[in-house]
């Protein structure tokens, strides 16, 4: 059966932390590990609820103040210290949008309600055909549901679709409903990769 459709997750693909100094100066701040603070901010049950959509992104935001003491200011220069090493590759987008429209090509991210503002503003989102966001659909990878939402949103059948994705146990679960999994370890070899699975 033919490739129809392929979808990218977004943080660790699209999105990657280029630079971790600016995470690893907040870690030391607090007197933490560079794992610890960012499982602090990822990690919690506030950004496992998140995650699903049962509390938004701002009452997570809310609970990594109380659990570090700041203020409104303090808590967003928190916020923008921690993702200030994080970078979109843009010239990455450029080659999804170049997919289309010969594939329906689809987002889908383990994200926190603000995900499709944000994609929106930084004029990425019209690379993508349809979006699939965890706290929008109330379920998360690894759980197949959400990749069942994904293909009947683009209306294919899981043999039809491709997915990439930076964690292997989201690309084995993918791959356990019947979608091709592509694990993303840099975009040179996703490119390779892909042109293996669709050629």
Not at 115 to 140: C, H, N, P, Q
């Amino acid at each position: 059966m033919s490739i129809r459709a392929i979808f990218f997750d977004f943080g660790g693909v699209i999105l990657r932390t280029e630079y971790q100094a600016p995470r690893q100066q907040l870690a030391e701040r607090f007197n933490m590990e560079y794992e610890d603070i960012d499982k602090a901010v990822f990690g919690s049950p506030s950004a496992q609820r998140a995650s699903i959509g049962e509390i938004t992104e701002e009452a997570h935001w809310k609970e990594i103040g109380k659990r570090f003491k700041l203020s409104d200011a303090d808590l967003k220069a928190f916020e923008e210290s921690f993702f200030a090493g994080d970078v979109i590759d843009r010239d990455f987008v450029e080659y999804i949008d170049s997919l289309r429209p010969k594939y329906h090509v689809g987002l889908i991210s383990n994200a926190w309600s603000g995900l499709r503002e944000y994609i929106t503003r930084e004029k990425i989102v019209t690379a993508f055909d349809s979006i699939t966001i965890s706290a929008e659909v109330g379920v998360a990878k690894p759980e197949a549901k959400i990749f069942q939402v994904a293909l009947d949103q683009a209306g294919v059948k899981a043999e039809e679709a491709v997915f990439v994705d930076d964690f292997q146990v989201n690309i084995d679960a993918c791959e356990s409903i019947g979608m091709k999994g592509v694990l993303f370890k840099s975009p040179q070899d996703v490119l390779k990769q892909l042109y293996q699975v669709l050629k």
